[in-house]
Each structure stands twice: as C-alpha cells, then as structure tokens.
C-alpha cells in the first residue's frame, strides 16, 4: 500500500511495572517488518487522573493501545476515550483471565501487581541474580555444586546475560570462559548437581562481537590476535573437544537471542538431572 507508514505509535497502558506490555508488544510488532513501533510506556496508572493524562498524550499521538488494567472502570474508560479518538484498543490480560475462570469456575481476584509479591518465588530469584554475580567469568568456583546450571565458553558466547537472564528465573547460574591453555577449575569436575553447558556460536560471529568490544587497558591485551577468525577457530575446536571429552551439550548461539539460548538451558535440565 502506498500510504503505509515505516513506524506507528504503540501506548502501553499498566498498573504495574509495564513488562508484559512490553513483551507482548514486541512479540506482535516483530511480524510486521514494514512498520516499526514507538513505544510509549505508561506504567503505574492506578488512578482515573492519570488515566486521563495518558489519554491526552494517546489522543495527540493516535496508534495501537495495548493495556493490563485490572480496574474495570478505568479499562472501560480506555476502551471508551479510544473509539472517540478513533484508535484501536486491546485488554491483554482479560481474553487469558477470561479462560482461568471458565476453566477453574470461580472469578479473579483482581489485585494490581499480583505478580510481583515478595513470596518465596520473588527471593529465590534474588538470591539466583546474586549467586551469578558474585559467580560471574569463574569467580568463585568452590561454590560450584551449590548451582543449577553452570556455562562453559569462549571469550563472546554471551554468558553473563545468559547467566543472568537465567537468575532473574531463579536459576543459580555460573559462568566459565573457556581459554585455550588454561585449566578449568577441578570444583567443576567434582561438582554433581548442576548442569553443565558449553555455548559457542561460528568464529565469524565471535569476531564481530569482538571488534566491538572495548580494548581497555589490559596488560599484554593482543587485539589481532583476539578478533582473529583462524585463532578462534581454534578456540572453538577445543572447546567442542572438552565439552565432547565431559559429555557436556553444547549450544550454538550464533543466531539465538540471550532468551532462546536460556529457553534451550532450561529445556535441557529435564533430560540430564
């Protein structure tokens, strides 16, 4: 179509912290690559005042409304000021809540920020997210047993946010680089709970990520040799061989996102423990 425009404004509209618009907006705004989204991001709207001021805004800048409201008075005020401005409107949450209650025969509670509470759920991941930093690049490796999952790989695979990303789902999680020369610590040999990963990605993929890296002021920091595609070739030939020598899987993250390299962690956990 010739009138189509390469952007359109999304307003996201919550009561709480914003994060399931966000992903659920971005999920759909991905398949269509034509047209990128400007996110507006509207969060903590508990008030019909503030609702009102975050109309305004939506008013002077039309698009598509996405909102998690669980007062029912102001998602009824969305849905009415939207078709008065002429914009479309989505609930996000209430077609999912709509089949819990069919399902389990009795209504929601409707409490804002539900999911958030600081339950047993909330400080295991807090504790996850401080047991990969304080365990981030083979930092203290006599606590090795103590985790869920530790990843092994070269210098570029990613594994500090993967680590991370796994922490905020509550999975203690360690991270080891893998250099070529240099001995893994023996913890991690003896150590029987966790599952251990080995990610590597193609030697082209790792060169790019690493000419962009910052060279700092390392003492004997040898940047050719670091960015080379031949060197690390090599690195990753021993790096597939030690996995292969321990029977640890390996994953390939050249073209996975740090959420689909976790999703591949998280679904092999099952099969090996």
Known sequence: MENRKNFFHLHLISDSTGETLISAGR??????????????????????????AVLELIDAEPGIVLYTLV???????????CREIGVPTANVLEPVMNVFQLYLGTPSRRRVSAQHLMNADYFARIEALN???DHDDGQMPEDYDEADVIILGVSRTSKTPT???????????????????????????TATKPLIVGLIATSDRISQ???HRELGTVS??????YTDRAAISEELKYARALCARNNWPVIDVTRRSIEETAAAIVA???KLR
Not at 220 to 225: E, I, L, N, T, V
């Open 163 to 189: 680590s991370i990303y796994l922490a905020n789902r509550g999975i203690k999680t360690a991270n080891i680089p893998i250099v070529h020369g240099v001995t893994l610590p023996e913890a991690l040999f």
């Open 209 to 211: 990520v690493r000419e």
């Open 131 to 133: 047991f990969a930093m």
């Open 71 to 81: 007062d029912q008075e102001l998602a009824g005020l969305v849905d009415e000021r």
């Open 27 to 52: 999920a759909a705004s991905v398949q269509f690559r034509d047209a990128q989204p400007v996110e507006h991001v509207y969060p903590l709207i508990r008030s019909r005042k503030q609702l009102l």
């Open 268 to 270: 092999l956990r099952p």
């Open 220 to 225: 004997g920091y040898d940047h050719m040799h």
